[in-house]
């Protein structure tokens, strides 16, 4: 089944406690993104990647790292989380190749909550 | 960069009416809209897209209208259903990247 898994699915940590949400697609795209969701203020784009080891910036990039190793994984990292990044964050990938098409598929979020 | 705005940010509707969601997007260059439904607990699903070059698409019970002059597009969806009841989000190409700007999102409630 063609699919986007992130782990972990929620997530409630303290101020300061490095974290890692791992996020993998099994469908050879080459397009991988992180967004956060917030009341009243939508998906925004955190980071994204165009390929491996290509990387960039999207909206809301402070207090984030990301890194694309294997064309599969895109983890998103909270070197030092902090309360206002409680959210929820999906991670979504599609293709780029020509004919590939816009469709972007994305995961079923994860929920983290820092105190 | 692109910018999305998307109204209502909550609809109520009776079971069986039509609901529209209206978008509008500010830069002219953009070549596609998705529109999304999120179901409660889930991600976001494409539901309908649309490209520049049409004006309309339909797919059963949901159609999008696309104006590239005045730059809006929107979703329309007939006989609604309980099940209709989600957050539904719009979206437009931005950026040299191809990345989706979305909109704020429009939470709709079907009453039975």
């Known amino acids: 089944e063609a699919q986007v898994t992130q782990n972990p699915r929620y997530l409630i940590t303290v101020t300061g406690k490095k974290l890692t949400v791992t996020c993998s697609q099994n469908m050879n795209h080459e397009y991988m993104s992180w967004y956060r969701q917030d009341p009243g203020l939508g998906l925004r784009q955190i980071y994204y990647s165009m390929n491996v080891e290509v990387t960039d910036k999207g909206d809301v990039p402070e207090g984030y790292k990301v890194s694309r190793k294997e064309k599969r994984n895109f983890p998103l990292i909270l070197e030092s989380p902090s309360p206002n990044q409680t959210s929820l964050y999906f991670c979504a990938s599609r293709g780029v190749r020509t004919g590939a098409g816009y469709e972007q598929f994305f995961g079923p979020g994860t929920r983290l909550t820092v105190l | ?112």
Not at chain 2, 21 to 30: G, L, Q, R, W
Not at chain 2, 56 to 84: C, G, M, W, Y
């Open chain 2, 1 to 112: 960069g692109e910018n999305v705005e998307q109204h209502p940010s909550t609809l109520s509707v009776q079971e069986g009416d039509s609901a529209v969601i209206k978008c509008t997007y500010s830069d002219s260059a953009s070549n596609y809209f998705p529109w999304y439904k999120q179901e409660l607990g889930k991600g976001p699903q494409l539901i309908i897209d649309i490209r520049s070059n049409v004006g309309e698409k339909k797919d059963q019970r949901i159609a999008v209208t696309l104006n590239k002059t005045a730059k809006h597009f929107s979703l329309h969806i007939t006989e609604t259903q309980p099940e209709d009841s989600a957050v539904y989000f719009c979206a437009a190409i931005g950026g040299s990247q191809g990345n989706l700007i979305f909109g704020k999102g429009t939470k709709l409630s079907v009453k039975p």
